[in-house]
């Protein structure tokens, strides 16, 4: 029998993320993934690590490896909308490359562009440092019971079927959109299916070459037929993706498609002329829907990525929104086993991050149907002056309908655990949450705003190992007080004073109190009437 707080079933992004977030608390964990860990080249599902995920990297000490991860520095971040890839040009979004993007002011970081067969190997080895984690490949959860105060477990190794029965304190379910353990516990998906798609990937390193439009991250495919597919860069050297959108048999699944189908479709892609020599890698089926889970919690085994959430691509929200249910759960269950997180405090995860889930599904989905529902265009690759300006009228249009989708840093850093239990209400409307635009506030439930306090050193480097009260400059012993209330109760709390007055400014109040994941918890500008209550709230502590 092996005994372990935290049995994370599902080794992708969103598992290791949970692994190296429970290791940097020294939480002790087992993580089990059923394929090996190095194996065929997995398919880049995900490319793009956003600001607030590569925050969590830096915490957890590889920001740098992810940044340099492999993903050429010179590779234009552009979309274009063209009718083939030799056809017309309707528009075209030009954005820097990595290496050109340079600093934000909202984060310590930017965000990174990483296919998953690279990033996939640094969380690995990020994992594998913590000394509480236990990774183990080849191993496949075979079976699980969840008896409210623990669950136990059946592991079986994929090469020998040897068997290991575990006991856990917790169950992480991270194994993804077909979740085992969601469908044990019986916990249902709420919401849609938005159409099926089939992934061509193939690796072609001159391909950008073979047309005249230029470099560009994204290309979507619109013909007389409205938008077909849209082709993906991957690696930023040779591999491609071609998601053909909408590609359905006729049982209304993705058709089975032999090598002359995928010809066919290449030459749509092209437009005209041959395809330059290549080689198809593979081809991928998968559904786009916009569900999230009933509940992320049932007794002591939590949903948590794909599990809880499925995303349309449109945006790159998926892993990403996977990362913050890593970093909210994984607090609260360090909080809880080392004794002062309180009765109610693992049931805030279902409270805060059901909610996000469904703000970003219903986000990426608006993406979606930005493009999807199109009408036809039998103008669309015809030559003249009409067709040209109907194309550039059309293209304004584009840009103007899917900006948010390549510009999300609202989505990105904007969310707020506004109806928590665990954090204190304030009257007033709280900031609008704008996909495209981050407005910095220290509104309860927000993410604390990013400032710098030295050469090297962010104010989000203050947060993470127990509570945090910025003093802005309020009057004496109010700090002291909080502090002492908090000794009280057995939370961890640490004041730091700050006398920057810009930093003051831009967080709003003179005391604020910042919870382990970087969220606000409090604030006000004088020691709260009754800090033992207070602090009973944000720890999750028996109510009345």
């Excluded at 969840?146 to 006991?167: K, N, W």
């Excluded at 159409?195 to 495919?221: D, E, T």
């Excluded at 437009?271 to 992320?296: I, K, Q």
């Excluded at 007033?428 to 981050?438: K, L, M, N, Q, V």
Aim: charged share 20%; hydrophobic share 40%; glycine share 12%.
């Amino acid at each position: 029998m092996i005994y372990t707080d935290v049995l994370i079933a599902g080794g992708g992004p969103v598992g290791l993320a949970l692994a190296c977030e429970l290791g940097w608390r020294g939480v002790r964990a087992l993580l089990v993934e059923q394929n090996p860990e190095f194996g065929a080249e997995p398919v880049a599902k995900i490319n793009l690590v956003n600001v607030r995920s590569m925050e969590f990297c830096r915490r957890w000490g590889i920001a740098n490896q992810v940044r340099h991860g492999g993903f050429p520095d010179d590779y234009p971040m552009s979309v274009q909308f063209l009718t083939a890839l030799r056809g017309k040009r309707i528009a075209r979004l030009d954005y820097p490359s990595m290496g050109a993007q340079g600093e934000i002011a909202q984060s310590p970081v930017n965000r990174q562009r990483i296919p998953q067969h690279l990033l996939d190997p640094i969380l690995r080895r990020a994992a594998q440092t913590f000394e509480s984690v236990d990774a183990r490949f080849a191993t496949r959860l075979e079976a699980c019971t969840d008896h409210g105060t623990h669950v136990e477990a059946t592991l079986a190794d994929v090469a020998s079927g040897a068997r290991t029965p575990v006991r856990a304190r917790y169950l992480a379910a991270c194994d993804g959109a077909g979740s085992a353990v969601r469908k044990a516990l019986g916990i249902e998906l709420i919401g849609e299916t938005l159409s099926h798609s089939l992934g061509i990937y193939f690796r072609c390193p001159r391909l950008w070459q073979a047309h005249p439009h230029g470099k560009a991250i994204m290309n979507v495919l619109v013909d007389r037929g409205g938008m077909w597919a849209n082709l993906n860069m991957i690696d930023g050297f040779k591999t491609w993706r071609l998601s053909m959108v909408g590609a359905t048999g006729p049982d209304g699944r993705p058709p089975a498609m032999d090598a002359a189908d995928v010809a066919a479709a290449l030459r749509r892609m092209l437009g005209e002329g041959d395809m330059p020599d290549h080689e198809v890698v593979g081809l991928f089926p998968w559904t786009r829907r916009a569900v999230v889970a009933e509940t992320y919690r049932h007794g002591s085994c939590f949903l948590v990525g794909d599990a809880a959430h499925q995303l349309s691509p449109t945006g790159g929200f998926g892993m990403n929104t996977g990362f913050g249910d890593a970093v909210d759960l994984g607090w609260k269950i360090a909080a809880t086993l080392a004794g002062w997180g309180g009765p109610g405090l693992l049931d805030s995860y279902d409270a805060e991050r059901r909610p996000i889930g469904a703000r970003n599904v219903a986000e990426a989905t608006s993406n979606f149907r930005n493009l999807r529902d199109l009408p036809t265009f039998d103008w669309i690759d015809a030559d003249g002056a009409e067709a040209d300006a109907r194309r550039a009228a059309l293209g304004e249009r584009f840009a103007a309908e899917t900006r948010k989708e390549w510009e999300s840093l609202g989505v990105q850093l904007g969310y707020r655990y506004g109806a928590s239990p665990i954090v204190a209400e304030e009257p007033g409307a709280p900031p609008t949450d704008d996909p495209i635009r981050y407005a910095p506030s220290s509104w309860p439930g927000a993410r604390a705003p990013h400032a710098w306090l030295a050469a090297g050193q962010s104010t989000l480097d203050l947060f993470g190992h127990g509570f945090r009260l910025l003093d802005f400059g309020a009057a004496a012993g109010s700090a002291a007080t909080v502090q002492r209330a908090a000794a009280d109760a057995g939370v961890p709390l640490r004041v730091s004073a700050i006398g920057d007055r810009g930093i003051a400014a831009l967080y709003e109040r003179n005391l604020v109190m910042v919870r382990p994941d970087g969220h606000v918890a409090w604030r006000g500008d004088a020691a709260p009437p009754d800090p033992a209550a207070l602090l009973n709230r944000l720890r999750g502590g028996p109510t009345a």
